[in-house]
């Protein structure tokens, strides 16, 4: 069975500096890995995702993550957080029979 | 990216009633619906999965009479809860899947927040 752990449930970060948060994943095969982020009250938005090739994947809203299967981790990143980035960040792993699988999710604060 | 509508995105009903929930794919066809549940607070709990034309498959643990799910269509799945009570109250999100090969990317309709009363 397949599982995630975000082991920091909430991060609070200065804006202006970077961010990372934390993904560990179970899953006997090749995972796919996704981050998603949720604004209160809404959907989720994929960020970035990773199938395959190249282990550093690069998103949108200047996040990246880094796939390393050593440590079956996948840590989202960004260098220089905004204001805006203040939302519910989820990572899942998907099977393949595309079911996904979310992790408890990490929210992250902004302060001025 | 493609778009996944989702209506209503609130809705507030009496206990015993039933709430259909809508779950479109805008742009695309969507062979395959997923349906998950958030608690406040909580990750996303899968409920199920629905093939166009074909009976929804459900995770352990949920009620298959109380959440029906339809997938009459390539763009159209519904989730009806049925005698809803107060403790189905939460947020029910969708995704749909093209199943076009491995690199599949599911998308997310916005979500309906379920209130019971």
């Known amino acids: 069975a397949q599982s995630v752990t975000q082991p920091d449930i909430h991060i609070t970060v200065s804006e202006g500096a970077s961010l990372e948060l934390r993904c560990n994943y179970s899953?006997?095969?090749?995972?796919?890995l996704f981050w998603y982020v949720q604004s209160p009250g809404q959907g989720l938005q994929l960020l970035l995702k990773?199938?395959?090739?190249?282990?550093l994947v690069q998103g949108i809203k200047g996040f990246e993550a880094e796939f390393k299967r050593s440590q079956s981790s996948f840590n989202l990143r960004k260098p220089s957080v905004h204001w805006s980035d203040a939302a519910e960040y989820f990572c899942a792993v998907g099977s393949n029979d595309y079911k996904l699988s979310f992790g408890a999710g990490t929210t992250v604060t902004v302060r001025a | 990216g493609a778009v996944v509508s989702q209506h209503p995105s609130r809705v507030i009903c009496k206990s015993g009633t039933s709430v259909k929930i809508e779950c479109r794919s805008l742009d695309f066809q969507a062979t395959t619906m997923f349906w998950y549940r958030q608690f406040p607070k909580q990750s996303l709990m899968l409920m199920a999965t629905?093939?166009?034309?074909?009976?929804?498959?459900?995770e352990q643990g949920v009620e298959k009479d109380k959440f029906l799910i339809n997938h009459a269509s390539l763009t159209l799945s519904t989730l009806t809860v049925t005698s809803a009570h107060p403790e189905d109250s939460s947020f029910y999100i969708c995704s749909a899947s093209q199943l076009a090969g491995v690199n599949t990317e599911a998308f997310f309709g916005q979500g309906t927040r379920l209130t019971v009363v």
């Open positions: 899953y006997g095969a090749t995972p796919y």
């Open positions: 629905s093939n166009e034309g074909s009976k929804a498959t459900y």
């Open positions: 990773y199938f395959s090739g190249d282990t």
